[in-house]
């Protein structure tokens, strides 16, 4: 399978680069008081070296009226105006007339830069729907100027900010949610609103589709044609100045000798959207015979917005704008959005786009995000947190369509060895690439069962070319085992899992012509080892015949078969699914939404990759949600997108697990439930919100406590003693109907209603008071409840709200935050640009300088595991140099001064830096370094190696400083902790130069004592 891999930095990152004095840093500080200041500045965190210029005007979408003779253009519904829709109409001639008034604005606005910066604008992109602004290539000291000029009020300039990069987060899944039941008429009022989504315009903002591919041809079965297509390509990295609508030269995924393609939009487009096809379409799935595939809405209508060049894959913040537009343009229904920050967060106030399309009645469905090699635990990272989106988590599915392994012999043979579904590596080769095998060996290599090379690695000859080799993960990455396992003869590779959850693997750096799979079920797998262990072949490879039926084989022999049907436990958590809690300030908001299916999901891909795959990631689910969607505005095109989401939360399948198959899943892990396409058209109740009142509860200057947002989830995570919330129903009911709410209490406090039920008539509102009173102590902990609405004569299914509620905040360390058990260490306030501190050369500071930084944990929170170390290598003229040696130490201090010694902790690890990119890069600590405390742990750096180049290795950050940051010599040759004492002569920044208040920006993460394990060199991380 290809696995994308798609990450960038959360916020843009400019560099400024300070120098120290030329003479080595020995104990006496104060020889560094002349320490020089900013040399030369650097436009490192901008790669795409544009800027949106942002004007004062709101943009058509936003235009609620206030220019004279300029009538208002923003969507809404009053049944009087010629405008009165929930889309917004670009061809009205109020919009005309609006959007002519913005352009003459524009040009004045720019005509004033121009004048100040002394040159022309080379105007990229020009936008006018979500907002007044244009995209600009800018030197650092031209947007310096601008944002001063932003300043006064009279420029008409709102803001200027970097244009960022992101990098984007079926068979069997249509069905097990309940599509199908959509599409036969037996889940929804009436028979006649059976549909397959015939009518209804899903736009995937994503890196483009494939047009020449089956899913997207045009179905006559479902009224498209040559006059009236399925697909609408939008290649969104350019468009026309006056329109602004999309007019790149190529949509697809995959350009014409394009080697760094990314399928990842295709599969989400027929996720959501794809027909209905078989193994009789050209090129032909690997479906047995009989069996079909669609997306979720198979009627429906795709517009694909391409935002990834092809150059390099990487997809900008204004070619998402653009695709935000032009979506708004096309009047889409429902929204994919599979894209997202790396490590989730973000400020979804400072990202309203989302809300502009809600606005303008398209529904957002987005992925939460995944694990990836630089964020491990998916604990509080939950990405695409806008309470206006539908924000999805990832599940499995009862089947799967994949390569299968079967043990055969010698009997008896355990009956989890049938069958076994094996999922393909990223790189490696495609399961349309191999051919089935019969009757081979299933060779364990028990010496070195991981494969890796630093415990033996494998002897040459042990495999042979037509036999399956088995082996473990862990120790090492995917790409080490594989070669290993080639060099030792083996073409075909299973890799079995050692935790619980699933795998999903990077298989970059391996051979490519040869096939490997992982199988997720540890248990599984470790049947499989322990079979193979106890029943190897001969040391000589023999060819397995079985000359009629006499030869019966002493040695584990299996069959391979490149696609079947598989079975496995579905609604059971991916271990990479990002979930909440969610952080403050949003931590009003439940996140995750709701779950869908998004494990390996086997989908139309490009044809590099055999045009078609399996994915894993919530950039699978979502599409599973947003389809889901499209059924539902079919059936009902009257409800508007928040009360589409609250009718898929509040009928969702309520019980689950989490990665082990047996937990129950919890609130803050999927939201709400998996998706039920069952329930959901036909749910009596519906909630509904307004554009302003989202706009009023932004956490930064907003008028309305989130909490009281009318969302299917209730949320508090300061209850105290007792806490309220207010919920609003509008029945969609053709009938009056009755509901009683019942509670599943959280644990420490009980939920009582006022009024006890509620009779409402069609179309009508009536709205519920939840509270919640603590029955103790007020909790420290979150925990979840649920509110059930039953209405009495059976009009509806069953609908639920979630209630996630805390007593008490527990008290906060400073610098560490562990949530779950993920453990965060932070002391910088990195917004938008760093420095650094050393010397010219090596030679200059020799024998080195040490950086260390001070972190102080709960003490409920040790033992800790730190698993990495973060930080930023700055690419400047002196900084850094490929090649050049670091060395980490970790040490444990209960006194909170470092300057008179601290105990060293674990081994040292010394790390080669290589081409620095001004980004933050991980160090793995292998083995990871326990801390059992009490009091600080102290993280250093040096550059003790006379070999190095570069002289200023680590970075700061520009304040306020945090008195937590030390320097000192490194002394040694790095392999040994210096004392902080005799050693190092430790000194706070400011001890040695007050101008040095700087906090180094040296950050760590790890695992609590009672905390899930980390896997170290394995990237698990699927696509979102």
Not at 280 to 299: H, W
Not at 849 to 864: G, K, Q, V
Not at 924 to 948: C, E, K, R, W, Y
């Amino acid at each position: 399978m290809k696995s994308v891999h798609l990450s960038v930095l959360a916020s843009a990152v400019g560099l400024a680069l300070a120098g120290g004095s030329t003479a080595a840093i020995k104990a006496n500080h104060a020889n560094l008081s002349s320490a020089n200041a900013e040399t030369s500045a650097v436009d490192s965190a901008n790669p795409s070296g544009r800027y949106f210029i942002n004007f004062v005007e709101p943009g058509a979408a936003r235009y609620n009226g206030g220019v004279a003779g300029l009538a208002a253009t923003a969507a809404h519904v009053d049944g009087v105006s010629a405008n009165s829709s929930r889309k917004l109409q670009l061809n009205s001639n109020a919009a005309h007339a609006y959007r002519a008034y913005l352009a003459q604005q524009r040009a004045q606005h720019i005509a004033g830069i121009e004048s100040a910066i002394g040159a022309p604008l080379q105007i990229r992109f020009t936008f006018d729907v979500t907002r007044n602004a244009v995209s600009v290539p800018l030197t650092p000291e031209q947007a310096a100027r601008v944002e001063q000029m932003a300043s006064d009020p009279n420029s008409g300039i709102a803001s200027v900010t970097p244009v960022g990069v992101k990098q984007a987060d079926t068979f069997r899944g249509p069905k097990f949610i309940g599509a199908d039941k959509i599409w036969d008429g037996t889940a929804v009022p009436t028979y006649d609103m059976a549909t397959r989504g015939q009518g209804v315009k899903v736009g995937v903002i994503d890196t483009g589709t494939n047009t020449a591919h089956p899913s997207f041809a045009n179905d006559p079965a479902c009224g498209f044609s040559a006059t009236q297509p399925k697909l609408f390509p939008r290649d969104c990295t350019s468009t026309d100045g006056s329109t602004g609508a999309c007019n790149g030269p190529d949509a697809n995924a995959e350009a014409a000798g394009d080697a760094s393609h990314n399928p990842h939009g295709v599969h989400t487009s027929s996720t959501a959207a794809g027909n209905t096809i078989d193994n009789t379409v050209t090129p032909a799935p690997l479906l047995p015979d009989g069996v079909t595939m669609s997306g979720v809405a198979p009627c429906a209508a795709v517009y694909a917005y391409r935002v990834a060049d092809h150059t390099d894959g990487t997809l900008h913040d204004d070619y998402l704008t653009a695709a935000f537009e032009n979506a708004i343009m096309d009047q889409v229904d429902v929204v994919n959005y599979s894209i997202g920050p790396t490590c989730g967060g973000g400020n979804p106030w400072n990202d309203t786009d989302f809300l502009d399309m809600e606005a303008s009645d398209i529904f957002v469905a987005s992925s939460a995000g995944n694990t990836r090699s630089n964020c491990t635990s998916p604990i509080g990272l939950v990405a695409n947190n806008g309470p206006w989106q539908l924000t999805v988590a990832a599940s499995t599915q009862d089947q799967i369509i994949s390569p299968q392994l079967t043990v055969t012999a010698p009997a008896p043979v355990d009956p989890q060895l049938q069958n076994i579904a094996i999922n393909p590596g990223s790189t490696t080769l495609v399961p349309a690439d191999t051919v089935n095998l019969t009757g081979v060996p299933v060779h364990t290599y028990p010496v070195n069962i991981e494969g890796c090379t630093a415990s033996g690695g494998i002897a040459a000859g042990t495999f042979g070319a037509n036999e399956v080799a088995v082996l473990r993960r862990g120790s090492c990455n995917f790409s080490e085992k594989l070669t290993n396992a080639y060099n030792a003869g083996a073409r075909l590779v299973v890799i079995a899992n050692n935790q619980p959850g699933t795998i999903s693997m990077n298989t970059a750096g391996a051979p490519t012509d040869m096939a490997s799979f992982s199988i997720s079920s540890q248990t599984i797998g470790d049947a499989l080892i322990a079979f193979g262990n106890a029943h190897q072949p001969p040391a000589a490879n023999p060819d397995v015949i079985f000359a009629n039926g006499f030869e019966l084989p002493s040695f584990a022999v299996g069959n391979y078969d490149r696609a079947a049907i598989g079975q496995r436990q579905g609604d059971v958590l991916a271990g990479f699914s990002f979930r909440g809690p969610t952080q403050a300030p949003y931590d009003g908001l439940t996140k995750p939404d709701i779950t869908g299916p998004g494990v390996d999901i086997y989908a139309a891909e490009s044809p590099s990759d055999g045009s078609y795959g399996l994915l894993s990631g919530t950039s699978m689910s979502s599409p599973h949600l947003a389809g889901a969607a499209a059924l539902v505005r079919a059936v009902k095109p009257s409800w508007s997108p928040m009360e589409v989401k609250s009718a898929l939360m509040t009928t969702a399948k309520i019980n689950g697990f989490q990665e082990d198959g047996t937990t129950a899943w919890t609130v803050d892990q999927v939201g709400s439930g998996r998706v039920d396409l069952t329930k959901a058209t036909r749910a009596g109740l519906t909630m509904d919100e307004t554009v302003d009142r989202f706009v009023a509860a932004n956490p930064s200057g907003g008028t309305l406590d989130m909490r009281q947002l009318n969302l299917p989830s209730m949320r508090n995570v300061a209850c105290g003693t007792s806490c309220t919330w207010t919920r609003t129903f509008k029945n969609r009911l053709n009938a009056q109907g009755t509901w009683t709410p019942t509670a599943v209490d959280p644990a420490g406090y009980h939920l009582t209603f006022s009024p006890a039920s509620i009779t409402v008539k069609p179309g009508f509102t009536a709205s519920i008071t939840i509270t919640a009173t603590a029955t103790g102590t007020p909790t420290t902990d979150i925990s979840f409840g649920r509110v059930d609405l039953h209405e009495g004569s059976s009009l509806s299914p069953d609908q639920h709200l979630t209630v996630a509620v805390r007593g008490v905040a527990p008290t906060p360390s400073d610098t560490v935050i562990c949530t779950g058990a993920n453990c965060a260490f932070k002391v910088d306030q990195l917004v938008s640009s760093f420095g650094a501190l050393g010397c010219a050369n090596w030679t200059a500071c020799a024998p080195g300088i040490l950086w260390l930084n001070r972190f102080t944990p709960n003490a409920s929170d040790y033992p800790i595991t730190i698993t990495k170390v973060s930080t930023i290598f700055g690419n400047g003229t002196g900084w850094n140099t490929a090649g050049d040696k670091i060395s980490v130490f970790v040490y444990q201090d209960n006194d909170s001064d470092p300057t008179n010694g601290a105990t060293p902790v674990g081994t040292p690890t010394i790390y080669t830096i290589g081409t620095p990119a001004n980004a933050f890069v991980d160090i793995t600590l292998n083995p990871p370094v326990v801390v059992t405390g009490p009091g600080d742990v102290l993280i250093a750096l040096s550059n003790p190696n006379s070999s190095n180049a570069g002289g200023r290795p680590s970075s700061w950050d520009a304040g306020p400083f945090m008195n937590r940051s030390y320097f000192g010599d490194a002394s040694g040759d790095g392999t040994v902790a210096p004392n902080l004492v005799s050693d190092s002569a430790l000194a706070l920044n400011t001890d040695g130069n007050a101008a040095w208040n700087k906090n180094w920006l040296i950050r760590a993460a790890g695992t609590k004592g009672n905390g899930q394990p980390i896997v170290l060199g394995v990237d698990t991380a699927p696509t979102k």
